[in-house]
């Protein structure tokens, strides 16, 4: 990295990280191993409080016992806890924010829904979430009112919308969406997201983007599984199928430089690349490279950094399309040269040296402990992780179990792969005193 007092920056800076390598082919074993179903059978385990899984025990996870039930109008996914007097409900639908509408305009509908929810379960919130792939609602509620809720959701999803409500909505709905500063210029979708500000646009968004193919409802907790099938039976007893709306193709866009003005007072820099959608068969093996990614940065000396080294971060963000990954590491303004010099040597270490069938062995079992631990807690967040990958809990834990068969060689070359220098961005956000004099060159 060489300094240049010639770009002026604002306070918020974006560079390409990028050498003249030849591309790197995606390794080709994992698909066909990751893609393989074997027979699950779940051992039975209540839903309750447990001790932490040890690491050096743990073994690939596995889920209590799920019903499953495959209605006109819904998926329904079960897991019982009885005595808990409570029971986390939650509709899914597969069709997030993917590019098909505008997001302002999707964060009206999960909002509006969200609204209309609460409005007939008085005394109970409802959580919203929306992500690239996914957008759901979950409330947790007394268990006598478990087959109520269900009715309250085919009224929130099938019935008539709120209209007052609704225009309200569309008509702030500026204020409900954060902006997007580094994704557009890494992503383009080729089809224009289609925009709307009415509230009979906002109810054909809902019925496409909740359709009944692509929607499961969860339960989990304490409930009569012969009163909820009664009840969604009921409820859900129509089929609402409706086209999905076309997306366009996520493209990468090659940038060799961009910058964006903002003002802070902080220093952070990350390593960003795109990142393997969850329904790509090497979705779990790159979770897998960057929980193993969070290590110390390699400080020399002469930086004569005080205190312990930073350490780098991993995080996923699938919230808009286009997944982005990141290798994050924050330090004090003075020390922004060092921290970047570091950075970069920590990454020229990520892609070359081996990994060891030890230190493979500890990551492995260290995420099927971490699984394990979340899945004993409440298992609703990996119900929904089986669906929008299109598959069922026994297939997600046999993909699990695959991480079996990964080896130290094959887990290098997919490192060489994903953060192969002409995929990585280098993401940094600081005063303009302290990025002005940086640069980073191809």
């Known amino acids: ?25 995606a390794p080709e074993m994992w698909p066909e191993l990751a893609s393989t179903v074997t027979p699950s059978t779940p051992a039975p385990a209540p839903i309750a409080p447990s001790p932490p899984v040890s690491v050096a025990t743990a073994t690939p996870p596995r889920f209590p016992p799920v019903g499953e039930r495959r209605l006109p109008g819904v998926k329904l996914w079960l897991v019982e806890a009885p005595g808990t007097g409570h029971v986390a409900i939650r509709v899914l639908t597969r069709r997030g924010n993917d590019g098909a509408y505008h997001e302002e305009n999707l964060r009206v509908m999960i909002t509006m829904l969200k609204e209309m929810l609460e409005a007939r379960l008085e005394g109970y919130d409802v959580v919203s979430t929306l992500t690239s792939q996914a957008a759901a609602l979950e409330v947790l509620v007394r268990s006598a009112d478990a087959t109520r809720t269900l009715h309250a959701i085919r009224e929130v999803l099938d019935g008539p919308l709120d209209e007052a409500r609704a225009s309200a909505l569309l008509r702030h709905r500026g204020s409900l969406q954060q ?32 359709s009944s193919s692509d929607r499961l409802i969860t339960l989990v907790g304490d409930f009569d599984t012969s009163e909820v099938v009664a009840a969604g039976v009921e409820a859900f007893s129509a089929a609402h199928d409706v086209p999905r709306a076309d997306a366009g193709e996520i493209n990468l866009i090659h940038a060799e430089r961009v910058s964006v003005s903002r003002f802070d007072n902080t220093f952070a820099a990350s390593l960003t690349l795109g990142a393997p959608a969850p329904r790509h068969p090497h979705y779990d093996v790159f979770n897998l490279i960057l929980s193993m990614a969070e290590e110390p940065l390699p400080m020399l000396p002469s930086d004569n950094f005080e205190g312990p080294p930073p350490v780098v971060s991993s995080f996923l963000d699938r919230s808009r399309p286009g997944a982005l990954a990141f290798l994050a590491v924050e330090g004090p303004r003075s020390r922004a040269e060092p921290v970047l010099e570091a950075l970069f040597r920590y990454y020229r270490l990520l892609i070359t040296r081996p990994f060891t069938p030890r230190t493979l062995d500890h990551a492995r079992r260290a995420s099927w402990a971490s699984a394990q631990d979340d899945i004993n807690r409440d298992p609703s967040d990996f119900l929904a992780g089986a669906f929008i990958r299109h598959l069922v809990p026994s297939q997600l834990e046999a993909r699990l179990q695959a991480l079996e068969e990964l080896t130290p060689e094959l887990l290098l070359d997919m490192t060489r792969y994903y953060f192969a220098p002409g995929r990585i961005i280098l993401f940094a956000t600081g005063p303009r005193r302290v990025l002005s004099p940086l640069i980073v060159l191809r």
């Open 179 to 210: 902006p997007d500063l580094l994704r557009p210029h890494l992503y383009n979708v080729s089809s224009e997201p289609v925009a709307f500000s009415t509230a009979d646009a906002l109810a054909r968004c809902r019925n496409e983007r909740f």
């Open 1 to 25: 990295m060489d300094r240049v007092n010639a770009w002026m920056f604002l306070g918020f800076a974006v560079a390409l990280c990028s050498c003249a390598h030849p591309p790197v082919r």
